[in-house]
Each structure stands twice: as C-alpha cells, then as structure tokens.
C-alpha cells in the first residue's frame, strides 16, 4: 500500500486559514497565522519562509497569500509533507502502486489511441483508435474496481483464478462493465459496448473508410474516459491537456475519396456499416441523441474579430443551437470558444441536484448542491467570469450565473455514495 503523510490538524487549520484569506483578499499577520494554526510563532515564521514562499508575500505583519486555493485540503497536505518526494510532487494522489500501474496503463493506451487517431499519416485510424482505447477502458475499470477491493480474475470450476499460459485470466472489458454498472443503463456503457462489438470486427479487417461513419463515437469515447478518470481519482492521471482539435488541410472529405474508399474496401466497409448501423437502429432516442453515446459538432470557418485575431479563426457551434439546426450539416468536434472540449455537457443545479439524488437513492436538493459546491470550494460565492473550477463549472454571463459539467455530476456521486460524506455535506453550512 502507498505510504500516507501524517495528517497534522494544525496544517489543516492553516490550510483553512490561508485559503479564506486568499478569497477575500485579506491580509493577515505571522502572528495570526500561528494563532489560527496551532503552531508556535517562530515555526509559522520559518514555515512562511520556507514551504509557503511560493505563495505568500509581504512584511510579517502585513502578509498576502495567493494560489493555495489551487490545491485541495489533501493536497496541500502533501505540499507540507517533511518527506521531500511527497512534498515535490503534491498534485499526485500518491495511489498503491498496483492502481497507479493500472492507470498509467490506461493513460499510455489512451494517448497512443489518440496519437494514432489524429496522426495524418496513419490510414488505419479507427481500427487502430478502438483497440487501444478498449485495452485504456480496461485497465481503468480494473483500477475502479480493484480500489473498491473487487477480483477482477476468471474463475475456474473450482472457484480457483482461471490460469491461460500459467497467469490468471483477468476481466475483459464486457465483464468490467457488468460490475460497474449492475443493472443501470447508461449512454457511456453503451457507448463502450457499441466498441467492443466494432473492435471485434475492424480488428481483421481494413477499412479506413468507416472514419467518418463512427468520429462521434471516437470523441465521446474519449471524453468519458477522461471524465471518469478524473472523476474517481482525480485531475492528476487526466488526459484533457492533451485533447486539441487536429490542424486540417481540407473541410470535409470528397463524395469521390468517400466512394473510392468505399469500392476499394467493399466487402469489409459493408459488413461493419451494417454492424454500425444495426447497432444505432436499436437504441433508444434518449441514449441515440446523448453526447456521452456520439459527440456531434459543428465547425464552422470563422472570419477574426479584430486585427489581434488570426485572419481565419475557427468557432464551436453547440449541436442543439439555432445556429447549428439552421446549418443543418454534421462535422466532427464540438468545442465552445472560450471552453475546453471536455466542459460541454452543461447543466443547471436543479438538473444536477436532480441526477445526483437518482444516481445515489438518497434526498439531494438545489440547496445541498449550493453546500457542495461551497465545501469543495468548485465556484467563488457571487457570479464572476473567472475563480471556478473548470473542470467543474462554466461561468455563464447571460445568465449571471454558472452551469456545471457532467464530471461535477460524477464527482459528486462518488463522494456523496460514501455516507460519512453525504452527512458531510447535509450538515455544511458555508
């Protein structure tokens, strides 16, 4: 098992100390650092100078603080660790090292998926894509799962692990998903099973042709790794600084380039088209139209607005928008201009509230999200178009408000399952 810091309750008191200051702004004295902490003056006095030098500036009695809020309460712990390799690296979630194996298996895959993917030399795109984005879904399912202390091994008949070649047989990604899910229906468990089915059928055949046919798919698949990777063990492993749109040389492919692919590729394009469109046929309109099934975008070539701006900029059309419904064409990816790809499942606080409390069986109001989003510190109080977690929350100037993502949604759902937490949360008053 990883070895955890120690946690002094003076470092937390700190913490709360040095992040309320840093939300007001306020400016505070080593002498009231030491007080609210616990430590004697002379160890805030040296602590400052040293552990906190990145983050506080000032004269002794006329101190500021600025980017511990960047860190979680655990996270800052770390910083303050007397072990300098925990210390150095504070943002890792220091996992045993059997998960974190699994999850830089899953990241290494996935980032190989995606290399291959927008690489545009490479032909054998989406065969390529699929197998290593399902060997990436695999290994952080195992992680999932074996955190929460599951066997991911086959059995024999003997209840014995199921050995092949004298390892045992571990969980493919159709079993992982059964224990995962249990009986709930979900557009990300059904976008992975329209996966394992397409897997099995690209991985004997050529047929660069389907790109087009599945891109939606390709970038939903892709979030909702990252959204759950982040959601269940952080930001750290995540793979969303790596996500950008592919530079292009042309808008679309031809109707000819599409029909010479198709002829050259004849027998294999029509056995896995039908697969894919058999497969579509039989959803549901709900899980068919969900972005975490099949991400669908508008891009748009966009003159720049001003002489700073590139002559030829490029605008994110959100697919259900007057203006895509009036552009009435399907393109690839979807991304709005000031956000990143991965916030665009937005939601309100009553759909979110609602979600929560379904997914988790328990009573969850708008109200209770208000205390959630105060406890982990996601958003500042009033409306500001900066200060919110992004991975968590968009700030909507329309509205004078803020709307929140679908990895929000996940976060609270894992935390809120455990019930210490939920009573947490039920008890804050921010």
Known sequence: MATRPRISPSVIRAYKFLTEHEARSATFTISELAAASGWKESSAK??????????VAGAANDLAVKGVATYTEAEFVRLMSQRQEVAADPKNPRLPPEIEALLRKARESALLGLQIYNNPTTVFKTEGFVVLMVIAWTALLHAVLKRK?????HTDATGGPLLIDGDPKMWELRECLREFFK????????????FIGL???VEHRYVP??????????????LNFDDLLAAEFGPYFGIRDSLTVPLQTSTVRSDEQ???????QAGHFEEVKEF???????LEATVGDDQRFSFRVFLVPKVGNHRSSSDLAVEFVKVDSAQAIELGKQIVAVKERQVAVHNLNLFKPSVVAREVAKRIGKKFTVNDHTMAWKKYRVRPNGFATSGCDSKFCVPDPVHQDFVYTQAWIEQLVQKLGDPVEYEAVQNFRG
């Open 46 to 55: 040296t602590i400052v100078a040293k552990k906190l030098r990145p983050f």
């Open 149 to 153: 202390g599951v066997d991911c091994h």
């Open 183 to 194: 009986d709930r229906q979900d557009p990300v468990r059904t976008n992975l099973e329209f």
């Open 199 to 201: 897997r099995n059928r």
């Open 209 to 222: 042709a389907i790109d087009p046919h599945v891109a939606g798919e390709c970038q939903a698949m892709l």
């Open 258 to 264: 599409g029909k010479a692919l198709r002829k050259l």
């Open 276 to 282: 894919v469109d058999r497969f579509r046929a039989g």
